[in-house]
């Protein structure tokens, strides 16, 4: 593990970026196994409390998984074919080093408990656009897919915040 919290913070920043990158432009199998490895790098280099982080990855994975497979039921979300059943792979694994960077290069965010209500509407809406403007995802009908993602965002982010401080205090920072 490195022993610099800053630096642990930085590499789980770029892990983080770099995994988001590797699923929008490889979505499926390639970008979900890339980010499998990633994680496995988080864990050996980053993450201090491993089996609680763990949970916590778990957790907020399948929350997030959830969320994504309801938009795609409803028609928030869409991959072309409109036949998305389940979750793909690719959006799981975002979830999962997402996840990672609550307990450390976003911990900030939940140092004011303001902040994530004001944040997340925005910030999580625009990773998915910024996703379909690299062709990863589509959002069929723009305005009311951001709403309804804005809306989502707005619940779940702060719940996820809120499920570390409350089932995995150790992860607070």
């Known amino acids: 593990m490195i022993a610099s919290e800053t630096a642990r913070n930085i590499l789980n920043f ?14 499926g199998l390639i970008g979900a196994g890339v980010v499998v490895v990633f994680l496995v ?3 050996v280099l980053v993450s201090q409390n491993r089996m609680t982080e763990l949970q916590f990855i778990g957790l907020g994975t399948v929350v997030g998984s959830v969320l994504d497979g309801i938009w795609f039921r409803t028609g928030i ?18 979830w999962a ?18 902040l994530p209500f004001v944040l997340a509407p925005f910030a999580g809406p625009f990773a998915y656009w910024s996703a379909s403007q ?11 897919s951001l709403i309804a993602l804005a809306f989502g965002w ?8 809120y499920a570390r401080k409350t089932l995995y205090p150790e992860l607070v920072q």
């Open 77 to 94: 979300l869409d991959d072309g074919t409109g036949q998305v059943m389940l979750t793909p792979p690719w959006l799981v694994a975002i």
């Open 14 to 27: 770029l892990l983080f970026q770099a995994g988001w990158f590797a699923c929008v432009f490889y979505p």
């Open 134 to 144: 690299l062709g990863a995802v589509q959002l069929p009908e723009l305005m009311p």
């Open 154 to 161: 707005l619940v779940v982010f702060p719940l996820l915040l």
């Open 41 to 43: 790098l988080h864990f």
């Open 97 to 114: 080093i997402f996840m990672t960077t609550l307990s450390h290069s976003l911990d900030w965010i939940s140092k004011k408990a303001w």
